[in-house]
């Protein structure tokens, strides 16, 4: 079983329909991490709700209680679950995405009004959300609209989780995914689920996304003197806690982005000539990492060293330091109390667990050989497991083969160097396969100014989604 | 000639009467870095100058023009020149002091008002501006006062510079001072110069000072992508300017205050067994720089060593990172330009000029080494020479004397780790002897909350001046 035409000559004579639909989510400014703009937020959820609802979708809304945000205790926009089809002969696919955006602003340096859908003659629809990511909500919501109006059945159950707060760390979604996954729950019978929250690695191959590195963040806090020093009355008198700080955080990573923490590289077995040659498949250049960056910076000219640094190995980045000097101008203070910022991006085995006895030994060897009469202490911030999936489950094979028959093109096969922690959620909690299906291009400029989906990752990826379900529905366990 | 005691006498009997003056002082706003109290530091400078002129001194106040702060065009408040005597056979003393403060609120953690002089039981005058610089200011008023009340010649002639700008760089006082030191101007004829704008190195013993260290402060600017970049995305896959900086600002200082830049400390020779005599002769001890520093950091147990490192030795002091992430939390970014804020203190013969190739050389040495894509300049912000004058000039033994007299105890002579940039000005437009006579105690509280100056050192200070200016009219050149 494929797609059946009529689905695909539909997405087609409805593309302006939907891009005008898309046009009407990205005019509410659903910014979850303003808040001023938190009724928005819950105005985007109740327009999701009653979309779903409209073709033929049961909808809840779950309160998901309070949080703080900027000091103020604030309501949490409510999540919408959807559920259609409950046949025990169909596999039930559960789709995720997000109705909230990141804040955006003309002074920014949009060329027109982020929060108006504009179509330019190229074909890109920009405006914030278009890609990220509410152009792939809406593509389920299309897919929803050929059965509904033309009164076919689905090739599979469905059910869906939205949130409104995934661009400001998924608040809440944790435990309601945790909660809807024990029996009785909404997800209750998922067999797989379909993320579509990421995007192709360049502008021209659709791509099939199997991991996602984790997180383990950290501070070095350094403390000496009562109060910030005069660095006249006090330079070369008493141990200054930013040269311990400076020399600290000079031990953990080199130039080239080699972890020095004896162990943290270790951890993850090199590349073998087999995977390797994934890496050497995928669609993708030196120049596209540089061009990203915006700077000829890359660490090496051979591009599997730098999709297996992205991908397959961890990853330390020095983020800055807290407490110390970090105006414009020339002020002379020696810094009481700094804490230097750095992150390890994980991956399997690799958990914030087993990474911390590495860091926490490294640094107190490495404080204890400074002899500075400052303080020391390491504290770990939030942390997040990496997420590595089989490529040759059933879901896989379904989103290959819809691509194949919508783009005519093998996908690359990639995993993120980034998070989307609702991920592991989903896998643990439901003990299923979790498959990201990006709908949009590298070049999108999520979270950036003048974000753009382009007309035909729409469109195709309307169909994209579609196709995939009956896929699903066709392929052998 | 000594003082007068009838000089003396008149201090100790009208002591509430100048106390409650530099509580009107301290009442003034005259925070010169606020914009918003512009005018009050314009007010503090006509106080200034009307009550100089009550006690027959002639006053000009000058023009200094414009400047701009928080991107606004201000007024620079007037400075205060003053002149009274113009015997061609005295010696003409030019006094140096500044009527603006440093900004203060309650909030900040005073226990009392900062605008309102507090005296406490235990002789402590609390307030902004008590001992930075209002009560000093105030000591040449008081001794300008006897002499105007009882009809009494000064033994010297008196020349004033006061200015509402020290706080704030002292901006247009270099073209005021160069201006005004030649020939026809108001300092011509100056033989000394006496500034009374720093403290003791304790609560107990006066201090002569006779060396300023200089400075140059630098930034190291790296920068590789073209915006922020996302650490999960892009972390090890292109070189992080943070990284590169990280280990260029390592490379400046060892933890035990040693400058790692191969020739800047060997600019300055080692102090051989007389001169650490001089050191050794202090009345300080290493519980004192803890006490102010507020821990036990000290870089030595010898205080000759810690001395030395602070009056002596140039230090290199780092401030912070500017474009870096700087806030609390746990942002996974990678920033785009990064730029390390680093000082160096200089002593004797080190100049900002003559220090900068060490400078350069090792940092484009060091960043060759890293071998990275990315792109580093160093910039070089303000800078200023240090000072040392001759400890054995008349003017110093004229203070010596003033000391013994006073306080019946020798003077500690002392070099400040920090800079006073007038202090240089007025050495080189003059070229004359200048000293730093500081009329409060190292525990003052110059800069931070509940300021004060202790009654006696108000008190008997106003007599040291007046006796210094005795000593300077009887001692043989």
Redesign the interface.
């Known amino acids: 079983m494929v797609a059946p035409k009529e689905f695909l000559d539909f997405v087609d004579n409805n593309a302006d329909a939907f891009i005008q639909r898309l046009g009407e989510a990205v005019a509410i400014k659903s910014i979850s991490g303003d808040p001023a703009c938190r009724p928005e937020v819950f105005k985007m959820m109740n327009w999701v709700a009653q979309k779903f609802e409209s073709v033929g979708v049961e909808v809840q809304q779950v309160d998901l209680g309070k949080h703080i945000m900027d000091g103020q205790e604030l309501q949490l926009p409510n999540a919408v679950l959807g559920r259609i089809g409950n046949d025990p002969k169909l596999r039930t696919v559960l789709c995720y995405a997000h109705a909230d955006v990141q804040p955006a602003n003309v002074s920014d340096g949009w060329d027109t009004d982020p929060f108006t859908l504009t179509i330019q003659e190229n074909g890109k629809l920009v405006g914030r959300g278009s890609t990220d990511d509410k152009g792939p909500l809406l593509g389920w919501l299309n897919v929803l609209q050929y059965h509904y109006d033309n009164k076919k059945p689905l090739p599979v159950n469905l059910r869906f989780c939205f949130e409104g707060m995934e661009e400001s760390g998924s608040e809440g979604l944790d435990e309601l995914v945790v909660r809807e996954s024990k029996p009785g729950g909404w997800f209750e019978g998922v067999d797989c689920v379909c993320i579509s929250d990421n995007y192709w690695l360049n502008t021209s191959t659709p791509v099939l996304t199997y991991g996602l ?1 984790g ?1 383990a ?1 950290y501070k070095l806090n350094v403390s ?4 910030d ?12 806690p ?3 700080l ?2 600290l ?2 031990t953990l ?5 080699k972890i020095l923490i004896p162990g943290v590289d270790d951890m993850v077995m090199a590349a073998d000539v087999e995977e390797r040659k994934l890496y050497e498949a995928l669609d993708y250049s030196i120049k596209d ?1 540089e061009q ?8 090496s000219d051979d591009k599997v060293e ?1 999709l297996m ?2 991908m397959r ?10 407490g ?12 009481a109390k700094v804490s230097g ?1 750095f ?1 390890i ?1 994980l991956v399997p085995p690799q958990t914030p667990e087993n990474v911390l006895p590495f860091v926490q030994k490294h640094v107190d060897s490495e404080w204890a050989k ?5 303080k020391f202490e390491l504290e770990e ?2 942390g997040g497991k990496p997420w590595v999936t089989d490529i040759n489950h059933w879901n896989f094979q379904a989103g290959k083969a819809a691509t194949r028959a919508v783009y005519n093109k093998e996908p690359d096969m990639t995993r ?4 989307i922690p609702v991920t592991l959620t989903f896998a643990e909690a439901l003990g299923v396969s979790v498959m990201l299906l990006p709908m949009g291009r590298g070049d999108d400029g999520a ?2 100014t003048n974000e753009k989906l382009d007309r035909s990752n729409f469109i195709e990826g309307t169909k994209l989604l579609g196709t995939y379900l009956y896929e699903v529905a066709a392929i052998a366990n």
């Open positions: 590195r997180l963040y000496g003197p009562a109060r020093l005069h660095s006249g009355v006090f330079g070369r008198t008493v141990h200054e930013m040269t311990d400076i020399r955080m000079n990573v080199d130039v080239n982005g990492v990203s960056a915006g700077a000829p910076i890359a660490l730098v640094g992205r190995m961890p990853s330390l980045s020095l983020h800055g330091i807290e110390a000097f970090y105006g414009s101008g020339a002020k002379t203070v020696i810094p910022k992150s991006r400074l002899g500075s009469k400052n911030l939030h993120e160097g980034g998070s979270h950036s």
